[in-house]
């Protein structure tokens, strides 16, 4: 995308084409993520606060959540409870930095070996919102 095609718009009424541009780019480092991304109109979420989400149903289904290499061990506890009411549970990953490599891998002890989570830190956030998993975890979906 040629940036300077878009260096002088109105940042508070930007153009469609620079809207559907950002939100279909996608950095290419990030191309891992095998991401898919879903436009919907608003009206069709459920608004909580600020934020809109897609509630999950027979049209998008969770299949896996990934305990990033930052999660620590209150999250584990946190992250079930989140989980527990739906229909299926998805498959729970606890990642951790790989030791040689500049590289994010699955923590072969599993997600529920204490062991495969850091303790939890001063830095930590106090009152994250739990049904929305932060932390650096990162979830995979299926549509
Ligand atoms: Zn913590």
Redesign the pocket.
């Known amino acids: 995308m040629p940036l300077a095609k878009w260096k002088s718009v109105d940042a508070a009424n930007p153009p469609k084409e620079l809207k559907k541009n950002l939100l279909t780019t996608k950095y290419v480092s990030w191309k891992y993520e095998d991401e898919r991304r879903v436009i919907l109109p608003l009206g069709s979420l459920t608004k909580e606060g600020e934020l809109f989400f897609k509630p999950f149903d027979h049209t998008l289904k969770l299949v896996e959540v990934i305990a990033g290499h930052r999660c620590?061990v209150?999250w584990k506890p946190l992250i079930k409870s989140a989980l527990k009411d739906l229909p299926v549970i998805p498959k729970l990953i606890k990642a951790r930095l790989a030791f040689r490599k500049f590289e994010v891998v699955t923590q072969q002890w599993g997600f529920e070996d204490s062991n495969a989570w850091q303790q939890?830190?001063d830095t930590?956030p106090r009152d994250r919102r739990v049904g929305h998993i932060n932390e650096g975890s990162i979830t995979r979906m299926s549509l």
């Open positions: 620590c209150k939890c830190r930590c």
